[in-house]
Nanobody, 123 residues
Framework: QVRLVESGGGLVQPGDSLRLSCKISGHTFSTYSIGWFRQAPGKERQFVSAINANGDNTVSSDPVKGRFTVWRDKSTVYLEMNSLKPEDTAVYHC??????????????????WGQGTQVTVSS
């Protein structure tokens, strides 16, 4: 059983930064592409960023391009979030998929999900 655990969320002010972590266990970490999604109350789940298994290819949604960066090391995937805005407030989830392609922006692509970590941006 693959398990993903997010951490690093919190309450910050507009313009601040946060780094989220996604640790995966239970399977070969290096074989999975990892995506980050977020969901705000009353809104649909939204794609944020994703990174392929090798770590040499990433994709991000337009609302976060230039502000968020995703990367990975041997055991963890990170989402560095800079210049945070109130509209970034949401529960952030990481998810694992066994393939890579344009479809990684769709939540249906992913096989395993973490429980999420809350990010709140407010003055």
């Amino acid at each position: 059983q693959v398990r993903l655990v997010e951490s690093g969320g919190g309450l910050v002010q507009p313009g601040d930064s946060l780094r989220l972590s996604c640790k995966i266990s239970g399977h070969t970490f290096s074989t999975y592409s990892i995506g980050w999604f977020r969901q705000a109350p009353g809104k649909e789940r939204q794609f944020v960023s994703a990174i392929n298994a090798n770590g040499d290819n990433t994709v991000s949604s337009d609302p976060v391009k230039g502000r968020f960066t995703v990367w990975r090391d041997k055991s963890t995937v990170y989402l560095e979030m800079n210049s945070l805005k109130p509209e970034d407030t949401a529960v952030y989830h990481c998810a694992a998929a066994s393939r890579w392609g344009p479809f990684v922006i769709k939540h249906q692509t992913y096989d395993y999900w973490g429980q999420g970590t809350q990010v709140t941006v407010s003055s």
